[in-house]
């Protein structure tokens, strides 16, 4: 069974709460329970995991990159400048989907680039929750090409 590893950044612990015109009226473990649903549909396992800490979410990338076969995240703001999280997701060579809530391309300037893109896989993004889901089925699809 394959194992995915779901990563979420900082200020996401506070979904359902914060700022919902963006991001939506669901708390994490509400976006978690649905992705759990699907994992169990797909059959394969997830490991979920958030961080307003830059250096756990990197901790997290490293401890678990002999036993997953791909990452989804969600760095938050750290997308935009964090050089390390970027390097953390090359340095695993796993396939990664970034997924964001919002669409970063049409709010602030600054949000509109991606440091962490580059090295993605895919990318998902202003699709909400569903976000999250869709980022799962195209990874386990990829997986299993
Ligand atoms: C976000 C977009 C980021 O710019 C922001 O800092 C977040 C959430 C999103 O999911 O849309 O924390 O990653």
């Known amino acids: 069974m394959e194992r995915i590893l779901v990563l979420n950044g900082p200020n996401l ?3 359902g709460e914060r700022d919902p015109a963006h991001y939506g009226t669901k708390a994490l ?3 978690n329970e649905g992705l759990f649903v699907k994992a169990s549909e ?3 396992e997830l490991v979920c995991f958030q961080s307003n800490h830059e250096g756990y979410l990197i901790d997290k990338i490293h401890s678990e990159r002999k ?11 750290l997308a935009h400048y964090s050089y390390a999280i970027r390097d953390a ?14 669409d970063i391309t049409r709010r602030e300037e600054w949000r509109s680039e991606s440091v962490v893109s580059p090295v993605a896989w895919r990318v998902v993004i202003g699709r909400g929750w569903m976000g999250y889901i869709e980022a799962l089925e195209v990874l386990v699809s990829h997986l299993r090409e």
């Open 13 to 15: 612990n506070l979904l």
């Open 29 to 31: 473990d509400e976006i």
């Open 89 to 102: 997701l090359e340095a695993v060579a796993l396939p990664v989907v970034e997924v964001h809530l919002s």
């Open 42 to 44: 797909l059959g394969v």
């Open 67 to 77: 036993s997953c076969q791909g990452i989804i995240i969600n760095p938050g703001a």
